[in-house]
């Protein structure tokens, strides 16, 4: 029996797909119950334009979720603004946490993350919201580099780990990034 709800908004994004990796090893660890959220934003007017799009946004949410190998995940699929959509159906789905992705941006060691919904979301919802950054999906990867036969450098991400995620990130930060009533917390 489930202890909870963790919402996880995914798109056809990088970010999305680590971060639906992230609830889902999140939501094993705690036995809660995992919710997969895409908002297909800007749909058409008429109602049998808006039927063909959530139809796709449940194959992309289909597909992600295989590609994540998520075996069990409860979908849900709206239309309209991401922010708002993904804060009802948390309201709605009783959920504890809320799953976002990021994308980095800059070249410097540590770039900054960016990520509209998560700004977004505190001010539509009272449940907290958890940022996962690039690469968190993959835990333990790290770059390998082999030298080609042509004498150039071929740079790719060496075998990933099956060891299990250390307790410490498995927990979610406190730092907050918002006054606003949800918090932004970044992992």
């Known amino acids: 029996m489930s202890t909870g709800t963790i919402v996880c908004a995914i798109n056809e994004s990088t970010g999305a797909a680590e971060a639906l990796g992230a609830a889902s090893r999140l939501a094993g660890r705690l036995d809660m119950r995992l919710v997969a959220v895409h908002v297909?934003?800007?749909?058409?007017?008429?109602?049998?334009?808006?039927?063909?799009?959530?139809?796709?946004?449940?194959?992309?949410?289909?597909?992600?979720?295989?590609?994540?190998?998520?075996?069990?995940?409860?979908?849900?699929?709206?239309?309209?603004?991401?922010?708002?959509?993904?804060?009802?159906?948390?309201?709605?789905?009783?959920?504890?946490?809320?799953?976002?992705?990021?994308?980095?941006?800059?070249?410097?060691?540590?770039?900054?993350?960016?990520?509209r919904l998560a700004t977004e979301l505190p001010r539509m919802t009272s449940v907290p919201v958890v940022v996962v950054p690039p690469q968190v999906g993959r835990p333990y990867a790290r770059a390998s580099s082999s030298l080609l036969p042509d004498g150039s450098v071929s740079t790719r991400p060496a075998a990933v780990s099956s060891a299990p995620v250390p307790a410490a990130a498995a927990r979610p930060s406190t730092r907050s990034n918002s006054s606003a009533p949800g918090r932004t917390i970044v992992a």
């Open 40 to 115: 297909v934003e800007d749909a058409p007017l008429s109602a049998a334009a808006r039927r063909g799009a959530r139809a796709g946004g449940m194959r992309l949410v289909d597909r992600v979720l295989a590609e994540q190998a998520v075996l069990v995940a409860d979908r849900r699929v709206a239309t309209g603004d991401p922010a708002e959509h993904v804060g009802r159906i948390a309201d709605e789905e009783g959920a504890d946490l809320i799953v976002v992705g990021s994308t980095a941006h800059g070249r410097r060691q540590r770039p900054p993350l960016r990520s």
